[in-house]
């Protein structure tokens, strides 16, 4: 019995997919265009540590522009270059030990991608930002696929998630979503666009970009700490304190 595309969606990334789909022109020319916005954000980090979660683009090409003090790839890949092969749903990772996490295409090929975000969610330290890249499932080569129409080259076993579907769950781990940047190199054939614009046909458009680019940060509760709780102070009535005023009450009601 062969399998349902549900059974294909979400499969694990395979270095042949990769390798495929990164010798492929259109793959080349989009990676080109995600590494655009991706140096136009990182940069913007500071702190120690910046990670790359996920199999994608050529060794560390994505996040080379970091400002941090070290930056590291956490392949899902055997075979491609990283620091370390892992199963994005296990970060072998402390908990707020990161700076920031970019995931290109990562939820994609995981069979748990909300799983996947939450251990990205216990990995951030408090002022966390996290960068997730993504194929948009109403893009018109999406639609080709459901048509039995797809590229040879485009990645196979992907499970498309739409912006709003990861907002949602971001939101449930209480991230803020920031950026929304969509873009491509198919149709609508329109420059990068960030969404809540001016109205304009590309921003009616933008949806049906090839991919997108969402940034995203850890809202931070501040903590305050309350000492103990002083007792209330008893004020002066009319010039007398208060154990006064009592002694003279109690000397009217049984004079000596």
Request: include cysteine.
């Amino acid at each position: 019995m062969s399998p349902t595309r549900a059974d294909l969606s979400g499969l694990p990334l395979t270095r042949h997919t990769l390798d495929l789909w990164l010798r492929s022109p259109r793959g080349r020319r989009l990676l080109a265009l995600e590494e655009n916005e991706v140096r136009r954000v990182l940069p913007e980090v500071f702190g120690r540590h910046v990670l790359q979660i996920g199999s994608w683009g050529v060794d560390n090409q994505l996040i080379a522009c970091a400002e941090t003090l070290h930056k590291a790839v956490l392949g899902t890949v055997s075979g491609e270059p990283s620091a370390a092969l892992i199963d994005p749903e296990q970060l072998p990772l402390m908990s707020k030990s990161v700076d920031a996490v970019l995931l290109p295409h990562t939820l994609e090929f995981s069979r748990s991608p909300h799983n996947v975000l939450r251990e990205v969610n216990r990995v951030l330290n408090d002022r966390g930002r996290l960068f997730v890249m993504g194929f948009s499932p109403f893009s018109a080569w999406s639609l080709r696929g459901l048509l039995g129409l797809r590229y040879r080259a485009f990645p196979a076993g992907a499970r498309y998630h739409g912006v709003g579907r990861i907002c949602d769950w971001l939101e449930l781990l209480d991230f803020e979503v920031t950026e929304i940047r969509r873009f491509g190199i198919g149709f609508p054939w329109m420059a990068p666009r960030t969404a809540g614009g001016p109205w304009s046909v590309g921003a009616l458009l933008s949806p049906l970009s090839e991919a997108y680019l969402l940034v995203a940060r850890k809202r931070v509760i501040p903590v305050n700490f309350i000492g103990r709780t002083q007792r209330a102070q008893v004020r002066t009535l009319v010039g007398v304190t208060a154990p006064a005023a009592q002694s003279t009450s109690s000397l009217e009601k049984h004079p000596t």
